[in-house]
């Protein structure tokens, strides 16, 4: 079988860090997948050229209408 010579996967997006791990966590080590790196709000995956990025985004800030009125 020939390896892959570039990556075709890159950021994956979701509100809860630990139901995305849960989902796909098992899948990509499965896959052959390996943790590079961990951080707080997410994790990155290698196997052979391609990286996959599960991550959860920061929670915005609150919006308020207080300093511009209603519109």
Known sequence: M???THGA???IWG??????LASLG??????GYTVSQSWDTG???LLWPTY????????????STAAT???
Request: aromatic share 6%.
């Open 43 to 45: 994790r990155s995956w």
């Open 2 to 4: 020939n390896q892959p």
């Open 52 to 63: 996959l990025l599960l991550d959860s985004p920061l929670p915005s800030p609150p919006t």
């Open 9 to 11: 996967l890159h950021h």
């Open 26 to 31: 098992w899948l990509l080590q499965t896959l």
């Open 69 to 71: 009125g209603p519109r």
């Open 15 to 20: 509100t809860d860090l630990d139901r995305v």
